[in-house]
C-alpha cells in the first residue's frame, strides 16, 4: 500500500498550520485565557516527556524485556509516588526563585558557576542523542509512505531535514524571547492529545480488528505460547530495578520534562490534576503496547519486530487513515519534545555558557539580546542534532534513547542532595557530577557515535562491556564513581556559608530565618536608577514595576521590608531571564545592602509571614511552639492598650489593632515601615517622643482638626542597652477621659462661682453706688475741672467692676480644647486666685500673703493653674482660724520651681494624707464639699509634667499643712 505524497503533504501542511493557528489564537487570546491557562491544558502540556521513542521504540524494548518495558510508565509515574520528597520540594524552590532549568536549581543551592557549567554540558550532550532521536522517528517512519512491502526503515535526509527547520521555526516564532508562553502550552497540550489518540487507535484496531476482541487473543496467546514468553523475556539479569531508576530519573531531569514539572510556576489545582491525569494519561499509553506486537506478529506484518511495529500493522491492513493517524501521533510526539527540549537547553546554555562569557550587553536592550542570543543558540542546536542524527544514523531508537536517560542519570545524586541533604557540599556535587558526567560520555557517548553500539573490555580477567547495548555496565561504571567521588570530596571538604544560608533558603532544614540588612536604594526610584547601569533604563524599568506589581506594591511605596522583599522578586526574575548567578551578581552590585543591625539581625516581618505560610508543615514540638506564638501575638493583638514593637533603626515590626483604632494605619500598613514615614501627625510625634530620653509622655495631637490626648509609654528590651534603644511602644487614647475630666473642671468652677456670687454682688454694688453718686453730682453742675476728676473717678469704678466681671469670665471658661504649650506667671495666677476667694465675704476672713516677688514662668494653662490655687487657698482658708495667715513663696531649683502654700490651721489627719487626692474624697460635712477639689488639683499638676507633695503637720511644727507643688520652668526665650 502506498500513498499519493501529495496528499500526505497536504495533510501534513493542514497539521502543521492548525499548529500554527493553535498558538496564534492562543497568544492572541481568541481562544479564552480561561481555557489556555486552564489546569486540564497545562497537565496535558506535560505529556511532552512520551517523545517518539515512547510513541515508537518502546514497542522495541518490549520484544527484548517484556514486562520491563513498563518501567518506561511506571518510572514517570513513580515521579508523583516521590512528589512529597522530591518533586513538590524541588518545584516550590524553582517557583519561588524563577528557576527555569535543573542547572539554575543547582546554582542557586550550590553557589557556584562551575557547576552550572558542568550540569549544562550533562544536559547539553544528553539532549543531542534525544533531540536526534526525535528527527530518526519521523524520517524513518515517514519513509514508508514511499515504498510498499518494506521489511526495514531507512533514514530519509529530506524528511529529517524538513522537520528539523519546520520545529526550528515553531520554535523561534512561539517560543524563543517570549515571556507569555500561552501559545506554546496549548500546542503542546493539542499534541499530547494527538498522540494519545495515535497510539490507542492502534491498540483498539489490534485488539478488535486483527483479534475479535480480549478472548481472541487470549486463545491465540495460548496457541502461540512464544508469544506470551515476551511478556517474561528480559534481556540480562534483575534489570528491571535500573530500568526503573533510569527512567524515574528522566522523567524529572530530561530538560523537556523539568521545564514543565518545576520551571512553570503551576496553580495547586495543576498539580493537583496531574497527580491523576497524568497516571492515567501514561496508562492509557502503555495498555496498547504488546497487543500491538502481537497484532503485527500474527499478521505477520512488515517491520513488525522493529520500533514500527505500530506501522507495519497499517500496512498489512492496507489502512490508509490508520496509517496517517499513527504518523501523525508520532510526528505530535517528536515536534513537541523537540520544541521544548530546544527551548530549554538553549536557554540554559544562554544562562551558563554564553552570559558568562560574553558578558552584559552595554548598548543594546537586554531583551532583544537575549533574545536574539536564544535564537541563535535554538538554530545552532538544531543543526547540530540534525549533524548528530547523522553520525549515529544506524543506531536504534532505543540505543539513543538510553544514551540521553544515562546522561541525565549522573544528576540524580546531585538532585537528592539538593533537596534531602541539607549538609551536602557543592565542591563534592560538583566533583561527583563531573566524574559521571565525564565516565558516561566515554563510555556510551563515544561508542555510540564511533558506531560500537557494544565495546568488550578485559580488564584483569573480568569482561566488561560499555556501549550503548550494555547500558548496565556504564551505568554501575558512571553511577558508580559519581557517588563514590561524591562521597570522598564529602568528608574532604567543608560547607561555605553561602551554601549554608541558601540551604536555609530553601527551606531544607527548616524555615529560612529572613535578614534585616537595609537596602541602600530606599525607594522604587532609586533601585530603578542603581540597576540602569547594568540592565540600562528601560529594563530597570520594567523589572521594578514587575516585581512591585507581582507584590501588589507601587512606586511610592517606602516600607524597608517590602522593599527587602521587591529586591528578592527582582533578582527571581532576572533569574529566569539570565539564571542565578548572573542574577545574583547583578543584583548585589546594583542593589547593595547595608550592614545589619547587630541587635536586630532577622526581618521579623517576613519570618511571621512564612512561620503562618507554613504552619501546617511544621512538625511536633515546632508546631507547638508556633502555637504558643500565635497566642502570644493574639494577645498582644486584643490588649485594649496601643501596642507597637520597632527596631533600634525605628522600623516597626509589629502594630496591633488598637493602635490601629487609635491611629487610623492598618498595621499592613505600618509594620515594616520606619516610623517618620508614618503619615502625620502620628511619624513625627512618635519618632520624637521614641527618640526622646523620656519614657512617658502625655501628648496632644490635632487630628481630623479634632484635638487628641494621648499617653505614651516606652520600655527597652535587654539589660545592656544605650540611649534610644526602645523597643516596645505602649499608646494609651486618653481623650474621652481629659473630656470628662474637662467637663468636671467647668463644673467645679460654676460651682465655686455659685459659692462667690454674693461676695461678686457686694463687690460691684460698692463702684455702681459711687458711679450713682457721682453722677448725681453732674447733675447739680459742676466745674470744668470738677467733671473731669469725677469722670475720672467714674472710670476707676467702671474699671473695678470691668476687673471683676473677667476674673469671673475667665474662671468660668466653659470646658474644652486646653493648651499647655502658654508661658504664664505662676504670680500671676497665685494673684487672681486671690483676689476671686476675697469676693467670698461670708467666709472667714484671713490674709493671703503671697511673697512671691519676681514673675516666674511655666508652661501650662492658666485657668486651670489659677483654679489649683483657689482650690488650695479655699482649703488652707477653710481649716484656719479667723485673721489667720495663709502663706504662698517658692524656691528655685534648676529647671523647677517649687510653690509651697502654707497654714497654721488643725492639720490633716495622718489616715487621710493616703486618701487625700483621691475622687470624692471629703472630711467636710455633707454639702459642704463634694470631694474633687484635690483631685482636680491632682490630675491638673500632673497634666503640667508636675508633682504635688502635702506634709500635715509640716516640718517642725505641731499643727497646720504644707502644699509643695513642683512645676518645670518654661524655656529661655531666644532672643
Known amino acids: 500500500m502506498t500513498l499519493e505524497p501529495w496528499i500526505v503533504g497536504l495533510y501534513a501542511f493542514l497539521y502543521l498550520l492548525s499548529l500554527f493557528g493553535l498558538a496564534t489564537l492562543s497568544e492572541k487570546n481568541i481562544i479564552p485565557v480561561k481555557i489556555s491557562r486552564s489546569p486540564l491544558i497545562h497537565t496535558l502540556a506535560q505529556g511532552t516527556f512520551i517523545s517518539a521513542w515512547g510513541y515508537y521504540g518502546i514497542v522495541s524494548l518490549a520484544q527484548n524485556y517484556g514486562y520491563g518495558a513498563l518501567a518506561y510508565y511506571l518510572g514517570a509515574g513513580a515521579m508523583l509516588l516521590f512528589a512529597p520528597f522530591l518533586l513538590i520540594p524541588m518545584s516550590r524552590i524553582a517557583n519561588q526563585f524563577q528557576l527555569n532549568s535543573f542547572a539554575d536549581l543547582m546554582v542557586f543551592r550550590f553557589p557556584s558557576a562551575k557547576l552550572g557549567v558542568s550540569v549544562t554540558l550533562i544536559l547539553l550532550v544528553s539532549a543531542l542523542p534525544l533531540l536526534a532521536l526525535q528527527i530518526k522517528a519521523v524520517a524513518e517512519a515517514w519513509q514508508v509512505l514511499k515504498v510498499s512491502n518494506i521489511e526495514t526503515v531507512s533514514l530519509n535526509w529530506a524528511h529529517a531535514t524538513l522537520f528539523v527547520i519546520v520545529t526550528t521555526v515553531f520554535t523561534l516564532v512561539f517560543g524563543s524571547g517570549r515571556l507569555n508562553l500561552n501559545g506554546l502550552v496549548v500546542a503542546l497540550a493539542a499534541e499530547s492529545i494527538l498522540k494519545l489518540v495515535g497510539i490507542l487507535a492502534v491498540g483498539i484496531v489490534a485488539t478488535f480488528m486483527v483479534f475479535d476482541g480480549i478472548d481472541d487473543l487470549n486463545q491465540w496467546l495460548v496457541s502461540n505460547p512464544d508469544q506470551a514468553q515476551i511478556l517474561y523475556q528480559i534481556r540480562g539479569q534483575n534489570n528491571s530495578p535500573w530500568l526503573v531508576l533510569i527512567f524515574l530519573s528522566g522523567s524529572i531531569l530530561v530538560p523537556h520534562a523539568f521545564n514543565y514539572n518545576n520551571g512553570r510556576k503551576l496553580q495547586l489545582k495543576t498539580l493537583r490534576m496531574g497527580s491523576w491525569l497524568i497516571p492515567m494519561y501514561l496508562m492509557l499509553m502503555a495498555l496498547p503496547l504488546f497487543p500491538i506486537i502481537w497484532a503485527a506478529n500474527s499478521l505477520g506484518a512488515p517491520l513488525a519486530n522493529t520500533d514500527y511495529a505500530a506501522l507495519g500493522i497499517a500496512l498489512a491492513l492496507e489502512n490508509p487513515w490508520l496509517l496517517i493517524i499513527i504518523l501523525f501521533g508520532g510526528l505530535s510526539a517528536a515536534t513537541g519534545t523537540m520544541v521544548v527540549v530546544l527551548l530549554t537547553v538553549t536557554s540554559m546554555t544562554l544562562n551558563h555558557l ?47 534513547a538510553f544514551t540521553a536517560f544515562m546522561g541525565t542519570l549522573q544528576l540524580t545524586p546531585a538532585l537528592c542532595a539538593l533537596v534531602l541533604w541539607p549538609e551536602a557540599r557543592g565542591r563534592a556535587i560538583s566533583a561527583g557530577v563531573l566524574t559521571g558526567g565525564i565516565s558516561w560520555f566515554l563510555l556510551m557517548v563515544v561508542p555510540l557515535v564511533l558506531g560500537y553500539p557494544a565495546v568488550q573490555l578485559d580488564l584483569l580477567g573480568f569482561q566488561l562491556g560499555f556501549g550503548p547495548a550494555e547500558w548496565q555496565s556504564t551505568l554501575m561504571a558512571s553511577f558508580g564513581l559519581n557517588v563514590v567521588v561524591m562521597v570522598i570530596f564529602h568528608h574532604l571538604t567543608h560547607q561555605t556559608e553561602e551554601e549554608l544560608a541558601a540551604a536555609k533558603l530553601c527551606g531544607l532544614n527548616d524555615i529560612s530565618v529572613p535578614s534585616r540588612e537595609r537596602l541602600v536604594a530606599l525607594t ?39 522593599l527587602r522583599k521587591t529586591r528578592d522578586q527582582i533578582e527571581a526574575n532576572l533569574s529566569g531571564l539570565m539564571g542565578p548567578s548572573i542574577a545574583k ?46 497566642h502570644h501575638r493574639n494577645t498582644l493583638e486584643q490588649m485594649p492598650i496601643g501596642v507597637a514593637t520597632f527596631t533600634t533603626d525605628f522600623e516597626i515590626m509589629l502594630w496591633n489593632k488598637t493602635l490601629e483604632n487609635i ?21 513625627e510625634a512618635l519618632h520624637t517622643f521614641v527618640s526622646s530620653g523620656n519614657n512617658f509622655q502625655r501628648l496632644q495631637l490635632i487630628v481630623d482638626g479634632k484635638r487628641r490626648y494621648l499617653d505614651l509609654s516606652k520600655a527597652r528590651r535587654g539589660r545592656n542597652f544605650k540611649e534610644g534603644d526602645s523597643r516596645i511602644l505602649l499608646v494609651e487614647d486618653r481623650t474621652e477621659i481629659e473630656q470628662l475630666q474637662e467637663q468636671l473642671l467647668h463644673k467645679e468652677r460654676l460651682s465655686s462661682i455659685g459659692r462667690l456670687a454674693a461676695g461678686v454682688a457686694h463687690e460691684i454694688g460698692n463702684p455702681v453706688t459711687g458711679i450713682t453718686c457721682l453722677a448725681q453730682e453732674l447733675e447739680e453742675g459742676v466745674s470744668a475741672d470738677d467733671a473731669a476728676e469725677i469722670a475720672a473717678q467714674i472710670q476707676i469704678q467702671t474699671g473695678r467692676i470691668s476687673n471683676i466681671v473677667q476674673s469671673m469670665v475667665n474662671f468660668s471658661h466653659p470646658a474644652g480644647a486646653s493648651d499647655l504649650s502658654i508661658r504664664i506667671d505662676i504670680n500671676r495666677c497665685i494673684n487672681d486666685a486671690i483676689a476671686l476667694l ?31 490655687f483657689v482650690n488650695l487657698l479655699a482649703n488652707a482658708r477653710d481649716a484656719s482660724e479667723d485673721e489667720a495667715d495663709i502663706r504662698i513663696s517658692a524656691k528655685l531649683r534648676g529647671q523647677w520651681c517649687f510653690v509651697r502654700v502654707q497654714d497654721d490651721g488643725h492639720g490633716i489627719d495622718a489616715n487621710h494624707i493616703k486618701k487625700l487626692f483621691d ?34 503637720p509640716r516640718s517642725n511644727q505641731s499643727q497646720g499643712t504644707e502644699f509643695t507643688i513642683s512645676l518645670p520652668l518654661a524655656p529661655e526665650e531666644s532672643e
Not at 354 to 360: F, H, I, R
Request: charged share 20%; aromatic share 6%.
Open 524 to 562: 522604587p526610584q532609586a533601585m530603578i536608577e542603581a540597576l540602569s547601569p547594568a540592565l540600562g533604563k528601560p529594563v530597570a524599568m520594567a523589572e521594578v514595576r514587575r516585581a512591585l506589581k507581582q507584590q501588589s506594591l507601587n512606586l511610592n511605596e517606602r516600607r524597608p521590608s517590602e
Open 585 to 630: 551578581e547583578v543584583v548585589d552590585d546594583s542593589l547593595p545592602m547595608r550592614e545589619v543591625v547587630a541587635d536586630d539581625p532577622v526581618d521579623l516581618v517576613q519570618l511571621e509571614q512564612r512561620l503562618s505560610e507554613s504552619r501546617s508543615a511544621l512538625p511536633g514540638m515546632a508546631a507547638e511552639l508556633d502555637r504558643l506564638r500565635r
Open 919 to 952: 475622687p470624692f474624697f471629703t472630711t467636710k460635712e455633707v454639702g459642704q464639699g463634694t470631694g474633687l477639689g484635690l483631685a482636680i488639683v491632682y490630675n491638673i499638676i500632673r497634666q503640667h509634667g508636675g508633682e504635688i507633695d502635702v506634709a500635715s
Open 663 to 683: 491611629t487610623h494605619i492598618s498595621p499592613e500598613r505600618a509594620t515594616g515601615t520606619v516610623m517618620t514615614a508614618l503619615p502625620e501627625p502620628w511619624g
Open 838 to 868: 476675697a469676693l467670698q465675704h461670708h467666709r472667714k476672713s484671713v490674709n493671703y500673703l503671697n511673697n512671691l516677688e519676681d514673675a516666674i514662668e511655666v508652661m501650662g494653662d492658666p485657668t486651670r493653674l489659677t483654679q489649683v
Open 354 to 400: 554564553v552570559l558568562p562569557s560574553t558578558g552584559m550587553p552595554s548598548r543594546t536592550s537586554l531583551y532583544r539580546w537575549l533574545a536574539t542570543w536564544q535564537r541563535y543558540l535554538v538554530v545552532i542546536l538544531a543543526a547540530a542534532s540534525l549533524f548528530f542524527c547523522y553520525l549515529v544514523a544506524d543506531a536504534s531508537l532505543t540505543d539513543l
